[in-house]
């Protein structure tokens, strides 16, 4: 008599910690840490197409900006620049880690000062390129 209803909730226990596991993961993976990099004109590159901007920061890792894709806003210098990462303190807080694939755990923004105080932060996502042609 008390056994049916039992079965019935444990059932539907189930079926919750699922749906809440699943929800939490997926929650996990859309909340990667912002990496910011400023844009050095002595030491990194730009290419521009239509509709595309690839980014090569300190002559190593590129980045695409794709205009339908990605975000583009401006904003001021002085409240992001405490978050920038430079190339090298990003590869050493990843010292450890299996190559390429920390990459994954990070969204990707690039800040081009236009002004004294104000400039353009690029959302851009990692390419890997061989012999400056892209590989996807």
Known sequence: MYLIPLIQIVNNMKNLIFILLVS???LCAQKNEKIIFQFEKQKDWLG???DETIFKINNVHSFRFIKNKHEKIDVKYDSIRDNFT?????LQKN???KY???FNEYSFYIFIKEKENYGCLIEVEKIWTVEDKIVD
């Not at 430079?86 to 990003?90: A, C, E, M, N």
């Open 95 to 97: 010292k450890g880690k």
């Open 24 to 26: 939490s993961m997926s």
């Open 100 to 102: 390429p694939e920390y």
């Open 86 to 90: 430079s190339y090298d303190s990003f």
């Open 48 to 50: 521009e197409s239509n």
